[in-house]
């Protein structure tokens, strides 16, 4: 029995030190997967540090496939914002994007409050219909819209594209919401109603606050397709007035008729890409903690 016991001890010692390594530090990260990190991360940022390249090339430059710009210069992007027909884009797209945004995030809030708290007869349906909008292309609703704007005279507006892009954008709004609205206890409302709150300070000062990050993240993602979209943006504007971005950059033209303007297109791409990569950075963590929202009870 002594003979076992004294056994034993060198085991529980070295449990014991393995318990303590893992505590203070952990175990160690192979060398291989820092590897395989390192790749991932260079294959992700390698297409847009390409566009970077050739944004900072002109001439002749733009024929070759150096890794570093050989005479790099801000010249392609001195020209963009010198184009009037440029900076009206960008006007354009900040304007119909937030705008979109903010209609998609109060419309949003409400539909996904009815549905996650009212007893409804069908909700499941009524959210899986309002699912099913967002899983239409575009392209089928472009032609009819084109016609259908044209005659009220919405063509060519910010309103004519601020609509299509809220229809588009409200169904993922409400699914990422109702799930973050189901996770708020009750509770925290009814004491706001005993304190003599009405239904809409409630949810104004209480629930909002509470679904942030939903409402960060549906907001974020909402963003980044107005401010992306591109096919409606073409199809349902004709000039400067009301084109956005992403359609500005296709009518941009060379110094001769078949000369493409690398340099330029690939200036502008890394000037509009820049808002939605400070975006994402600046609220990462919301949009992780919206996304992941309901995925784990208890």
Same mark, same amino acid.
């Given at each position: 029995m002594e003979a076992a016991t004294t056994a034993a001890r060198p085991e529980a010692a070295e449990r014991s030190r393995a318990r303590t390594k893992k505590a203070k530090g952990g175990p160690s990260t192979p060398w291989w997967m820092w590897v395989a990190v390192a790749a991932i991360v260079i294959f992700c940022l390698f297409p847009f540090y390409w566009l970077i390249n050739i944004s900072l090339k002109t001439g002749a430059d733009l024929q070759s496939s150096d890794i570093i710009p050989?005479?790099?210069?801000?010249?392609?992007?001195?020209?963009?914002?010198?184009?009037?027909?440029?900076?009206?884009?960008?006007?354009?797209?900040?304007?119909?994007?937030?705008?979109?945004?903010? /209609? #998609? @995030? !109060?419309?949003?809030?409400?539909?996904?409050? %009815?549905?996650?708290?009212?007893?409804?007869?069908? +909700?499941? *349906?009524? /959210? #899986? @219909? !309002?699912?099913?909008?967002?899983?239409?292309? %575009?392209?089928?609703?472009?032609?009819?819209?084109? +016609?259908? *704007?044209?005659?009220?005279?919405?063509?060519?507006?910010?309103?004519?594209?601020?609509?299509?892009?809220?229809?588009?954008?409200?169904?993922?709004?409400?699914?990422?919401?109702?799930?973050f609205f189901r996770e708020i206890p009750r509770d925290l409302e009814e004491a706001a109603l005993v304190d003599g709150a009405t239904h809409f300070q409630?949810?104004?000062?209480?629930?909002?606050?509470?679904?942030?990050?939903?409402?960060?993240?549906?907001?974020?993602?909402?963003?980044i397709g107005a401010w992306n979209e591109f096919l409606l943006a073409v199809t349902l504007t004709s000039t400067s007035k009301a084109r956005t971005v992403p359609a500005a950059i296709a009518?941009?033209?060379?110094?001769?008729?078949?000369?493409?303007?690398?340099?330029?297109?690939?200036?502008?791409?890394?000037?509009?890409?820049i808002p939605l990569i400070l975006l994402v950075l600046f609220f990462q963590k919301r949009i992780v903690a919206g996304l992941t929202a309901g995925a784990v009870k208890g």
């Amino acid at each position: 029995m002594e003979a076992a016991t004294t056994a034993a001890r060198p085991e529980a010692a070295e449990r014991s030190r393995a318990r303590t390594k893992k505590a203070k530090g952990g175990p160690s990260t192979p060398w291989w997967m820092w590897v395989a990190v390192a790749a991932i991360v260079i294959f992700c940022l390698f297409p847009f540090y390409w566009l970077i390249n050739i944004s900072l090339k002109t001439g002749a430059d733009l024929q070759s496939s150096d890794i570093i710009p050989p005479h790099p210069t801000l010249a392609n992007y001195k020209a963009i914002f010198e184009n009037p027909d440029f900076t009206k884009a960008l006007r354009n797209s900040a304007v119909v994007a937030l705008t979109t945004t903010v /209609l #998609a @995030l !109060v419309v949003g809030s409400f539909c996904a409050y %009815a549905l996650a708290r009212l007893k409804l007869r069908g +909700k499941f *349906w009524i /959210l #899986a @219909l !309002v699912l099913t909008i967002s899983t239409f292309p %575009a392209i089928t609703v472009a032609a009819a819209l084109f +016609k259908l *704007w044209s005659d009220i005279g919405l063509f060519n507006t910010w309103s004519g594209l601020i609509i299509p892009y809220l229809t588009f954008a409200l169904p993922l709004g409400i699914y990422i919401l109702v799930s973050f609205f189901r996770e708020i206890p009750r509770d925290l409302e009814e004491a706001a109603l005993v304190d003599g709150a009405t239904h809409f300070q409630a949810f104004r000062k209480v629930v909002v606050p509470l679904a942030a990050p939903g409402l960060a993240t549906a907001g974020i993602l909402t963003f980044i397709g107005a401010w992306n979209e591109f096919l409606l943006a073409v199809t349902l504007t004709s000039t400067s007035k009301a084109r956005t971005v992403p359609a500005a950059i296709a009518f941009f033209t060379g110094a001769t008729e078949h000369e493409i303007p690398y340099g330029s297109i690939s200036a502008a791409s890394v000037v509009i890409s820049i808002p939605l990569i400070l975006l994402v950075l600046f609220f990462q963590k919301r949009i992780v903690a919206g996304l992941t929202a309901g995925a784990v009870k208890g």
